[in-house]
């Protein structure tokens, strides 16, 4: 199962042509299929037209914080199927903002996560777990989400008003329960009233919240031995190394680095990095 994992991510990685360093654009071009897939794929109470997708009937209410009055979103569940490989796999759909609490329990932010969990699993407890983030920093999971891994992918019409949700023949679903993660800032994820501006934009910080979301979901979901497998892309790969020195409670069977930034030196400007200056040079203008 695990080698599975690896191949599909290879795969579906050369499916979809992600490149390094484009993440930003990526993610507001697909800003609009963030909020296409959330009305499709997680909407309470309809069913997307023309599909056999069952919405969950007990929709949780909103949770309010202990900062403000404004109730977290979600969680919104909803029952989904999509064929891969010829088979036919029904999965449960999960949106939920996760509470990012300081030493005091006062909470701070709010990080989110898209799941899909894979129905009619004989052994739960040794089903993989895939968590999975972009980059930027400042990019949502979107890339990874609906262009990548995720169950449904968008097609890509020039015009977006055209594009739409399809299954994702190269979705890693039927070998891993997948988790996109929004760190704060990004997507639905955000800093509560009253905390420091920028408090969760930091190197530590940005790395502790997504940890502190994988350890909550895994609890949460019963899931606290299955195997774990962490994709992270462009920073996200530098997130994923960083999380790694306080990840070691984790079942953790594999990590993925997709185009990772792992060495900065070639875009930041310091006293003797000539790195910067050769790299902005145009090549035009060298010839």
């Known amino acids: 199962m695990p080698g599975k994992v690896f191949v599909g991510a290879a795969l579906a990685l050369v499916g979809v042509g992600l490149a390094s360093g484009h993440e930003l654009a990526l993610a507001q071009e697909l800003a609009l299929g963030q909020k296409l897939a959330l ?19 007990t929709d949780q209410p909103g949770t309010t914080d202990t900062v403000s009055s404004e109730p977290l979103l979600g969680p919104v569940v909803t029952q989904h199927e ?39 699993v004989k052994d739960r407890k040794r089903r993989p777990v895939m968590f999975l983030f972009n980059g930027g920093p ?27 949700l399809v299954d994702n023949e190269y979705s890693l679903l039927d070998a891993a329960d997948l988790v996109f993660i929004d760190p704060v800032g990004t997507g639905f994820s955000r800093e509560r009233p009253g905390t420091p501006s920028g408090a969760y934009w930091n190197v530590e910080s940005d790395a502790a919240a997504a940890l502190q979301l994988i350890h909550k979901w895994l ?5 606290k031995d299955s195997p774990v497998f962490i994709a992270g892309e462009s920073y996200g790969g530098f997130r994923l190394a960083t999380m790694m020195e306080h990840a070691e409670d984790l079942p953790i069977a594999g990590l993925i680095l997709i ?5 900065a030196s070639a875009s930041v400007s310091a006293p003797g990095n000539d790195l910067p200056y050769i790299f902005d ?3 035009m203008a060298v010839a």
């Open 39 to 57: 009305r499709h794929e997680l909407a309470p109470g309809q069913a997307q037209p023309g599909t056999t997708d069952q919405p969950a009937t």
């Open 219 to 223: 609890e949460s979901n019963g899931c």
């Open 259 to 263: 185009s990772p930034m792992l060495d």
């Open 138 to 164: 400042g990019a949502s999971s979107s890339p990874l989400h609906f262009s990548a891994f995720g169950p449904r992918r968008l097609t890509d019409e020039r015009d977006p008003a055209q594009r739409k």
């Open 82 to 120: 999509m064929t891969s490989g010829g088979t036919r796999l029904a999965y449960t759909a999960t949106f939920a903002e996760t509470p990012l609490s300081d030493a005091s329990g006062t909470v701070r932010a709010t990080i989110s996560a898209t799941s899909y969990v894979l129905e009619r």
């Open 281 to 283: 040079l145009p090549s």
